[in-house]
């Protein structure tokens, strides 16, 4: 058996060292278009919900992962200069670079082999192959050489936001909600080292359009995001890492394999779907497609294509709820100015905490009871 996997990601270099150590005498050839030292953004989060099922499935890999990441009990809403701490919602951290370098060395362990720098037109000049995964991100050639098998479907969001770093290393995952003379802006901040925290600044387009963001250049637009969470940044300088400004694609495919002529073909990773960053990490999820394709030949051995109906068929009913959570938390997003308008800072963080529709009243009182008992006196007194 010879699988071709395109993408050195999270998504397929896991894969690869999982799919490798259950069957040795296969060929594992990983292809990359980028340097092995190459990343974009600056850290990657997990809740504690999402470390569960890695400890579940990879024991080994989470116990040798748990000890290069941050961690920390809490999350924080901050607004109206007002911080509130939500309990039980617990996230760790590690650099995107540190965790791709983490995941290069493991696929070296057990002979997978993988070629950077190589940029390829199809994913027929992986041949010969008996499975082609396309685990190369949102703009997937795999994915687009087959779209009318794939079925792409996107749906871009109005807000705008850039990925900045910086060297003030935060406590916790922190949502900062500011306002400049021209709107609204969030920060999503956490550090991801000792030294190191990501900072992705969000607004609405009016106030991107409004503040000039669309026709500055990225140093300009770094030193006005420093303005706008300078009281947060307490003197700390933003880092730039290709920090353009972009909009979030919700992205699904309706199917999530094909055939390629020369050999099927599947998606994984940011290539089958994105979820929007305010409800998880797509390396979470990236993580759990790779182990549960993994799986899926696990059960099917050779058989490639019962091995890719058991991917679907376990992963889809989880990736689609997941999904609709996702869209719900986006939309809230989008709308985030006006909410910061209504409510005080436990208004807008418990506004925050129901937003995906995952969580109820009596869910979050077992989760964060010190939260939910501010909540609740709240009501009491109104």
């Not at 939500?86 to 993988?114: P, T, Y």
């Not at 030294?195 to 969000?202: C, K, N, R």
């Not at 500055?216 to 400004?245: K, P, Q, T």
């Not at 091995?307 to 989880?318: G, I």
Request: net charge negative.
């Amino acid at each position: 058996m010879r699988l071709a996997i395109l993408g050195a990601g999270p998504a397929g270099l896991l894969f690869s060292f999982l799919i490798k150590r259950r069957f040795p005498g296969w060929t594992v050839e990983v292809c990359e278009q980028n340097a092995p030292d190459a990343t974009f953004g600056f850290g990657v989060v997990f809740s504690e919900g999402a470390l569960a099922f890695l400890e579940r499935d990879a024991p080994d890999l989470y116990r040798q992962l748990m000890p290069r990441m941050q961690a920390w009990p809490m999350q924080r809403i901050v607004h109206r200069g007002e911080a509130v701490d939500i309990d039980g919602n617990g996230f760790s951290a590690i650099a995107r670079l540190e965790l791709n370098q983490f995941l290069q060395a493991l696929c070296a362990a057990v002979g997978v082999e993988i070629t950077y720098g190589r940029v390829l037109a199809e994913p027929a000049e992986l041949a010969p192959a008996d499975l082609i995964v396309g685990a190369d991100g949102l703009n997937s050639p795999v994915r687009r050489a087959l779209e009318a098998q794939f079925g792409p479907q996107i749906e871009w969001l109005d807000n705008r936001f850039a990925w900045y770093g910086t060297t003030r290393p935060f406590e916790c995952l922190t949502l900062t909600f500011r306002e400049s003379e021209h709107g609204a802006f969030v920060a999503h901040h956490y550090r991801y080292s000792p030294a190191m925290s990501t900072f992705i600044v969000e607004c609405d387009a009016a106030t991107w359009r409004r503040a000039g963001l669309d026709r500055m250049g990225d140093e300009e637009s770094r030193v006005y995001c420093e303005g706008v969470f300078a009281a947060d940044l307490a003197g700390h300088a933003l880092v730039s890492n290709r920090s353009i400004w972009r909009q979030f694609p919700l992205l699904h495919n309706l199917n999530w394999s094909a055939d390629a002529g020369v050999a099927p073909a599947v998606l994984i990773g940011d290539a089958l779907r994105t979820m929007h960053f305010s409800i998880g990490s797509g390396t979470r999820l990236a993580f759990e497609d790779a182990i549960a394709l993994d799986r899926a030949f696990g059960e099917s051995g050779a058989d490639v294509g019962a091995a890719l109906a058991a991917f679907e068929r376990e992963r889809r009913p989880v990736v689609e709820k997941l999904f609709d959570a996702a869209h719900r938390s986006s939309h809230w997003y989008e709308s985030f100015p006006e909410r910061m308008r209504r409510f005080d800072a436990l208004g807008l963080a418990y506004d925050y905490m129901t937003r995906s529709g995952r969580m109820n009243d009596d869910r979050l009182r077992e989760v964060a009871p010190r939260f939910m008992r501010a909540v609740d006196a709240r009501a009491r007194a109104e």
